[in-house]
T-cell receptor
């Protein structure tokens, strides 16, 4: 059973450029989450999908951020017109809808905006 | 108010000794779940252990155990027989509500554990 995968693992971009990250969850997991982690902090929730439906977006997610999960499988997170404050680790997690509902995380995408 | 508080920014332990990492939480929801994750320098968050609010016994997973004191709202992680590979950041997290009715995790700021040879 493969774990959660994310691509790319690292991204360096210039301010103002658009970037897109991909997350492939564990195959049978119907829930998918995006978190952002800045230096010295724990991850913060950004958004959540159940199957293909995006059910919640955090206030942290400005209009420049958009996430999709077509067909309820992989997900993409796009940041438009990147700013230096977007530099962070972007973590994806997935879970199965059950009592414990443990979220399993991918390796993350480290974004650096110059 | 902080929902998850980890008061130890850093901890040191000798190899083969046990160590306790502290976590206190704040919620008014009677149903919640508590999680511990390990984050090595590579960045991946590795799930270690889970405790549900209605679980009668403390959770254990190999060398990891969770000292759950509900009245004190604490969920400390105990690592027995520390190994050099245990050196990492450790995060405590909480999910409020029953699984299926809520989902997002709230994390603490973490504790950096260093295991000395």
């Amino acid at each position: 059973d493969t774990g959660v995968s994310q691509d790319p693992r690292h991204k360096i971009t210039k301010r103002g450029q658009n970037v897109t990250f991909r997350c492939d969850p564990i195959s049978e997991h119907n829930r998918l989450y995006w978190y952002r982690q800045t230096l010295g902090q724990g991850p913060e929730f950004l958004t959540y999908f159940q199957n293909e439906a995006q059910l919640e977006k955090s206030r942290l997610l400005s209009d420049r951020f958009s996430a999709e999960r077509p067909k309820g499988s992989f997900s993409t997170l796009e940041i438009q017109r990147t700013e230096q404050g977007d530099s962070a680790m972007y973590l994806c997690a997935s879970s199965l809808n059950n009592e414990g509902e443990t979220q399993y995380f991918g390796p993350g995408t480290r974004l650096l905006v110059l | 108010a902080q929902k998850i508080t980890q008061t130890q920014p850093g901890m040191f332990v000798q190899e083969k000794e046990a160590v306790t990492l502290d976590c206190t939480y704040d919620t008014s929801d009677p149903s919640y779940g508590l999680f511990w994750y390990k984050q090595p320098s590579s960045g991946e968050m590795i799930f270690l252990i889970y405790q549900g609010s209605y679980d009668q016994q403390n959770a254990t997973e190999g060398r990891y155990s969770l000292n759950f004191q509900k009245a004190r709202k604490s969920a400390n992680l105990v690592i027995s027989a520390s190994q050099l590979g245990d050196s990492a950041m450790y995060f405590c997290a909480m999910r409020e509500g029953r699984g299926g009715s809520n989902y997002k995790l709230t994390f603490g700021k973490g504790t950096l554990l260093t295991v000395n040879p």
